[in-house]
C-alpha cells in the first residue's frame, strides 16, 4: 500500500511538473508572440510615416518645379519686353519723325 500511495504521488508530482513546464512553455510563446505583434505595430508605424515622408517629398517636388516654372515664365516675360522695347522705341522714333516733316 505504501509503494502504490509513492507511486500515485510521484505521478501527481510528475503531472504538475509537466504542468508547470507547459505554462512556461505557453508564457514564452504568449511573450514571443508579444514581441512579434509589438515589432509588427512599429514596423507599421515605421511604414506610415515612410509614406507620409514620401508624400511631403512628393509635394515638395512639385512646388519646386511649379516654382521653377514661374520662375521662367518670369523670366521669358522679361526677355520679351526687353525685346520689344527697342522695337517700340523705334516705332516711335519714326512717328516723332513723320509728325514733325508734317
Known amino acids: ?14 503531472q504538475q511538473r509537466m504542468r508547470r513546464e507547459l505554462i512556461k512553455h ?6 514571443q508572440m508579444q514581441r512579434e505583434a509589438a515589432a509588427q505595430s512599429q514596423a507599421e508605424g515605421n511604414a ?8 511631403v517629398r512628393a509635394r515638395q517636388a512639385a512646388l519646386r518645379k511649379r516654382l521653377q516654372e514661374e520662375e521662367m515664365a518670369t523670366r521669358r516675360r522679361e ?17 516723332r519723325r513723320l509728325a514733325e516733316q508734317r
Do not use: Y
Not at 26 to 31: K, V
Not at 49 to 55: F, M, P, S
Not at 86 to 95: K, M, T
Open 79 to 95: 526677355e520679351l519686353k526687353h525685346i520689344h522695347e527697342p522695337e517700340i522705341h523705334s516705332e516711335l522714333e519714326e512717328a
Open 26 to 31: 505557453d508564457q514564452a510563446l504568449l511573450e
Open 1 to 14: 500500500a505504501a509503494a502504490a500511495r509513492e507511486e500515485a504521488e510521484r505521478r501527481i508530482q510528475e
Open 48 to 55: 506610415l510615416q515612410q509614406l507620409a515622408i514620401e508624400r
